[in-house]
């Protein structure tokens, strides 16, 4: 597809976004699973729910675009996703294997805050106050995923893998 607007743009990085969650729909209960911390487990389970709410808040920004919702593979999750399987399958001890995994998943938020900030802000100038709403939703829900995550490292996990 030709980029020829703002508004072409912002198809195509929803597009993107919706395909990097419904990645992370199939990867977090593999991280839930693999973490021997309960509380890093309740929170990688706490944001599945929450990304299966961001899928469904793409779907209906793209029913309110009159677009039927489509993906377009996100080379950038698929490739924090494999990092995150990486640590899964390393032999580590447990509290070692804990931070990494914490190490892992804020990679993951801080690029999907990035994604979700910049479709807001192309929401804002396109002068679509619904779909900006809905993309404030999520990225504030992005941004209380990784700060749990960084005080779930700071309070104890990183300390234990020293």
Do not use: W
Not at 15 to 36: F, G, N, R, S, W
Not at 56 to 65: K, P
Not at 77 to 103: F, N, P, R, T
Not at 114 to 140: H, I, M, P, W
Request: glycine share 6%; hydrophobic share 40%; charged share 35%.
């Amino acid at each position: 597809m030709e980029l020829e607007t703002l508004q072409d743009l912002f198809v195509e990085e929803l597009k993107d976004v919706y395909h990097a969650e419904k990645q992370l729909i199939k990867a977090l209960p593999k991280m839930a699973k693999a973490a021997t911390s309960e509380d890093l487990q309740t929170a990688f389970e706490e944001h599945l729910a929450e990304t299966e709410g961001h899928v469904q808040r793409i779907e209906q920004i793209f029913e309110l675009m009159g677009k039927k919702p489509a993906t377009k593979v996100c080379k950038g999750m698929k490739g924090l996703i494999e990092e995150g399987s990486e640590m899964i399958e390393e032999d580590a001890e447990d509290e070692v294997k804990d931070a990494g995994l914490i190490s892992a998943a804020q990679r993951v938020e801080h690029y999907e805050i990035a994604a979700y900030g910049c479709l807001r802000t192309y929401a804002r100038v396109l002068g679509n106050k619904k779909v900006e709403k809905l993309l404030q939703e999520t990225l504030d829900e992005e941004t209380a995923a990784d700060e749990k995550l960084t005080q779930l490292a700071e309070s104890g996990i990183n300390v234990a893998a020293a």
